[in-house]
């Protein structure tokens, strides 16, 4: 019998240091360890949100099929974060690289150590606005608002592939 395959939706941010290296090689951290990309949106610069005195972030979401279960999921996610050495000292701080679970397949989850859908990604146009350039869909059927004022598209989804992949989207892997 084979294991369930889940599709995960992420959001990973960085602030710190070469932004767009942190999002590039977390994203293979998770890739490494568990989980096979599907899509991908461009990567946008957004203002901090909470504590607003850092410097501005690059985020991004990512949509992946993974047999990982929801708890382990939640520690590849935590181990990313540690390989880029993120340091959780200040709420909304400043960190190198976020990596956060939005969405499981269609599952509700309110456990102590994880909330899904992401407690907080409605109110957030870094969330929703790489989220509904990969899937508007999908926000509808979260109903979920596509919002994307104040983010700035800064690095297309064409050119995030392919450094992921090393080729030019449609010429190998179907991402």
Not at 23 to 46: D, K
Not at 53 to 66: D, K, L
């Amino acid at each position: 019998m084979s294991e369930p395959i889940h599709d995960v939706w992420l959001s990973l941010g960085s602030n710190l240091g070469d932004r767009y290296e942190h999002l590039m090689g977390g994203l293979a951290f998770l890739l490494a360890n568990g989980l096979e990309l599907r899509n991908c949106s461009g990567i946008y610069e957004t203002e901090p949100v909470g504590y607003t005195e850092q410097p501005s972030f690059y985020n991004m979401a990512v949509h992946c099929r993974t047999s990982l279960e929801p708890l382990a999921l939640l520690e590849i996610c935590r181990q990313a974060e540690k390989a880029y050495k993120r340091q959780r000292t200040l709420r909304w701080g400043p960190r190198t690289l976020d990596v956060d679970i939005l969405l499981i397949d269609d599952l509700i989850i309110d456990w102590p150590e994880l909330t899904v859908p992401h407690s907080r990604m409605a109110e957030r146009a870094f969330v929703l606005g790489p989220l509904g350039e990969m899937d508007r869909d999908l926000l509808a059927k979260w109903n979920l608002p596509w919002i994307h004022e104040g983010i700035v598209l800064k690095i297309a989804a064409a050119d995030v592939k392919m450094n992921i992949t090393g080729e030019i989207e449609g010429q190998g892997k179907d991402i």
